[in-house]
Nanobody, 121 residues
Framework: QVQLVEAGGGLVQPGGSLRLSCAAS????????MGWYRQAPGKQRELVAR???????NYADSVKGRFTISRDNAKNTVYLQMNSLRPEDTAGYYC???????????????WGQGTQVTVSS
């Protein structure tokens, strides 16, 4: 019903920048919150940043001041601008979205397939 497709991951040197995007498509009536999570090998998935449909945001303490989340509601897309990247930011990054589909009375959370970010010299 709903697909989330991430793009923009890759290999970057410490101090560098990357911009991730996540586009939602399908039978979408509305999208509430959208977010980015990450998971490093051997660690639990953790919230990186989240944005509501009213553009309220919250960030993990480890990325505050370096990462910025934004969204384009017309395109059903959420972005994550990552600056001053550190080796400890290396992880698989996953987006999610809380979506109301046509014909549904409840929202449901969907996940993307993930994109790898590697910060290394």
């Amino acid at each position: 019903q709903v697909q989330l497709v991430e793009a923009g991951g890759g290999l970057v040197q410490p101090g560098g920048s990357l911009r991730l995007s996540c586009a939602a498509s399908g039978s979408i009536l509305s999208i509430d919150a959208m977010g980015w999570y990450r998971q490093a090998p051997g660690k639990q998935r953790e919230l990186v940043a989240r944005i509501t449909n009213g553009d309220s945001t919250n960030y993990a303490d480890s990325v505050k001041g370096r990462f910025t989340i934004s969204r384009d509601n017309a395109k059903n897309t959420v972005y994550l601008q990552m600056n001053s990247l550190r080796p400890e930011d290396t992880a698989g990054y996953y987006c999610n979205a809380n979506v109301r589909t046509y014909g549904s009375v409840w929202n449901r959370t969907y996940w993307g397939q993930g994109t790898q970010v590697t910060v290394s010299s």
